[in-house]
């Protein structure tokens, strides 16, 4: 295939890993498009990645470059305004093949999708579920003016809407997208379930739990729409059964821990939840595998990376049926719930009853990933997608811009 010139915008980056799932995805698109020959630029703000990264230039990151434009007093927040990123964007579609713009309703994408039109580059449009119903009843004001106004312009002038899911085509197809404009490609596992990496040991001594205690974790942003009332209180409920389990909930604090610790008291399992905060590396992984059971009983979710992270280390999950992964209950890998305590209790506790059952679920699950949502297959759909709509003739692509190493 040839060497293509690749732009993706999206209005926060890696470092700024509070964002979760798009930003961990585009990290690793990113590098191993970089690896693969193709000339990669992402284009984003300084939100949330600290001071020691360089703003307003190029900064090199794994093979490929990010543009870290500073970030206006007003874009700290949907829709994250962003005009510095205009002058990038120019000199990047100057050159470009293809525009891929991650997220809906950012003013991001308003200034992106002119841009595309002036320099005639195709874009690839990836809403990552914002256009759930669920999640557009939050802030309905808002996004109801936004999709009138820009984002069914953006949806319907896209070369490709890019979705993770067969149900997302029909919430696309509500805003105006086109059925034959939809490609279906999954988010890929971060972990390789081949990978020879550490065991649950380490995560359980830094959580202070035994290694034969039974032990369910939840990894993601603190948020009410990953249903972490439905979890508490099936876990409550499993927990008069099964007195020594442990919940250990594992990320950054979105305004819902509070909730959690007041729910948790008033259910009397104060003392069997574990609030760890964010983990990565060795530590994120050691977790996974410390782990009996992966419960995420969201009531919404695009494709969520940790169910896949999970998945991949050969730990069995519980999740709600909004997670949009039939393959769990296909290939065996764990329970698939309505986003409701009592289903959640009752598979939770089948779960936690039957160990060998859980082995087997477990070796299910890494099977799973390696024959659906490898990293190499999900890079190979999307390259393919990349050369059908790159035109056949585009300016060649130029490296003569100073670039700075990321520390």
């Not at 205690?213 to 009410?224: A, E, K, N, S």
């Not at 250990?248 to 604090?253: F, L, N, R, S, T």
């Amino acid at each position: 295939m040839r060497p293509l010139s690749i732009v993706h915008a999206l209005p926060f980056f890696d470092p700024a890993t509070r964002f979760g799932g798009p930003v961990a995805q585009l990290r690793h698109v990113c590098r191993l498009l970089a690896e693969r020959g193709h000339h990669v630029s992402v284009i984003t703000t300084n939100l949330d990645v600290g001071p020691a990264v360089p703003t307003d230039r190029w900064v090199e990151r794994e093979g490929y470059r990010v543009w870290y434009a500073s970030a206006h007093r007003f874009g700290g927040c949907a829709p994250y305004y962003s005009p510095g990123v205009r002058a990038p964007l120019d000199a990047c579609l100057a050159q470009a093949h293809v525009l891929h713009l991650s997220l809906s309703f950012t003013h991001m994408n308003v200034l992106a999708r002119r841009r595309a039109a002036v320099h005639r580059v195709p874009y690839v449009y990836t809403p990552r579920s914002c256009l759930d119903p669920v999640r557009l009843r939050q802030r309905a004001l808002l996004k109801t003016g936004f999709l009138r106004l820009f984002e069914r312009r953006i949806i319907r002038d896209a070369a490709a809407v890019h979705i993770l899911t067969e149900v997302e085509r029909e919430q696309v197809m509500r805003q105006g997208a086109r059925s034959e404009q939809c490609v279906v490609i999954p988010n890929g596992a971060e972990f390789d379930p081949d990978a020879v990496g550490r065991d649950g040991i380490a995560f359980r001594s830094y959580a202070g739990i035994d290694r034969d205690t039974p032990l369910v974790l939840f990894m993601g942003r603190l948020h009410r729409i990953k249903g972490l009332d439905v979890l508490i209180d099936a876990f409550a409920a499993v927990r008069s059964h099964e007195p020594t389990v442990k919940l250990v909930i594992a990320g950054p604090d979105e305004g819902e821990r509070s909730a959690v610790d007041a729910r948790a008291r008033r259910l009397g399992c104060t003392d069997a939840v574990h609030f760890v905060g964010r983990l990565d590396g060795d530590l994120r992984r050691s977790a996974f595998r410390a782990a009996d059971v992966f419960a995420l009983t969201s009531y919404s979710e695009g494709m969520p990376n940790a169910v896949l992270e999970a998945c991949a280390a050969g730990t069995p999950v519980l999740v709600s049926d909004r997670c949009n992964l039939p393959e769990i209950s296909a290939y065996g890998a764990g329970r698939v719930v309505a986003a409701e305590a009592t289903s959640a209790a009752a598979a939770l506790r089948k779960m936690l009853a039957d160990p060998d059952g859980l082995k087997i679920m477990g070796a299910n699950a890494q099977r799973m990933v390696r024959e659906r949502f490898a990293f190499p297959t999900v890079i190979d759909r999307l390259e393919a997608l990349y050369e059908q709509l790159a035109p056949t003739e585009a300016a060649a692509y130029r490296s003569d811009e100073p670039v700075v190493k990321a520390a």
